[in-house]
């Protein structure tokens, strides 16, 4: 990405997060949306390398999510996310494309696994009958901050993506289920404008044979 489509892409960012006060309104998810259209569109005129339909594939459903935790309906908040578990699953995928470190790495990258896992703790009694889903996607979500950890080919950019989607992830939570706060909605689309950015600059990085660090 070069500085000009960066720029655009904060534009875009900022146009919806100032909207933030103003919510609910109509067609809030286009703004909402835009960002992930650019990093999609993006993700496509970049020359063919591998893994390229799994970058696009978690955009694509990652851009569903948006969409669909917009709408009030109710099951607006399962079927959103599902959209991005499955995202989270394609970049799983994409991770484990570089080889794994050896056991012992594996070992000592563990306690990333605590914070999501003290957050799903302290959320537990109040998910009620999103207990399982809940759990489901906590798990899927720090595997991917996970394997990026434990490439063989190690990228900064990679694992700053995946870290700012946990956060993210951890902030939507405790806003909606334990403790809401005024600042959440801010925290939760600038970290996750982050993680997107983060995570396809540095996928991009690798097909070009560098490091987006």
Same mark, same amino acid.
């Given at each position: 990405?070069?500085?000009?489509?960066?720029?655009?892409?904060?534009?875009l960012?900022?146009?919806?997060?100032?909207?933030?006060?103003?919510?609910?309104?109509?067609?809030?998810?286009?703004?909402?949306?835009?960002? #992930?259209?650019? +990093?999609?569109? =993006? *993700?496509?005129?970049?020359?063919?390398?591998?893994?390229? &339909?799994?970058? @696009?594939? /978690? $955009?694509?459903?990652?851009?569903?999510?948006?969409?669909?935790?917009?709408?009030?309906?109710?099951?607006?908040?399962?079927?959103?996310?599902?959209?991005?578990?499955?995202?989270?699953?394609?970049?799983?995928?994409?991770?484990?494309?570089?080889?794994?470190?050896?056991?012992?790495?594996? #070992?000592?990258? +563990?306690?990333? =696994? *605590?914070?999501p896992?003290?957050?799903?703790?302290?959320? &537990?009694?109040? @998910?009620? /009958? $999103?207990?399982?889903?809940?759990?489901?996607?906590?798990?899927?979500?720090?595997?991917?901050?996970?394997?990026?950890?434990?490439?063989?080919?190690?990228?900064?950019?990679?694992?700053?993506?995946?870290?700012?989607?946990?956060?993210?992830?951890?902030?939507?939570?405790?806003?909606?289920?334990?403790?809401?706060?005024?600042?959440?909605?801010?925290?939760?689309?600038?970290?996750?404008?982050l993680?997107?950015? @983060?995570?396809?600059?540095?996928?991009?990085?690798?097909?070009?044979?560098?490091?987006?660090n």
């Open positions: 990405m070069n500085h000009r489509q960066m720029i655009l892409y904060a534009v960012c900022a146009v919806f997060i100032v909207t933030l006060p103003f919510k609910p309104y109509d067609l809030s998810f286009l703004p909402k949306v835009l960002p #992930i259209l650019l +990093l999609v569109w =993006l *993700v496509n005129a970049h020359a063919n390398f591998r893994g390229r &339909w799994l970058l @696009l594939f /978690a $955009l694509v459903c990652s851009g569903a999510g948006d969409v669909i935790l917009e709408f009030r309906y109710g099951g607006a908040f399962i079927a959103g996310l599902v959209s991005f578990l499955v995202a989270h699953l394609f970049y799983i995928r994409l991770m484990v494309l570089t080889p794994s470190r050896e056991l012992n790495r594996y #070992i000592i990258t +563990l306690p990333v =696994l *605590v914070p896992a003290l957050v799903a703790w302290l959320l &537990w009694p109040r @998910l009620g /009958a $999103l207990q399982v889903p809940v759990l489901v996607y906590v798990t899927v979500i720090s595997t991917m901050l996970y394997t990026a950890l434990t490439r063989v080919s190690f990228n900064r950019t990679l694992v700053a993506g995946a870290a700012a989607f946990v956060v993210s992830d951890a902030v939507l939570a405790i806003n909606k289920f334990y403790a809401p706060f005024g600042a959440a909605p801010y925290t939760i689309m600038v970290t996750y404008y993680a997107q950015l @983060l995570l396809v600059r540095g996928f991009l990085a690798e097909a070009r044979g560098t490091r987006a």
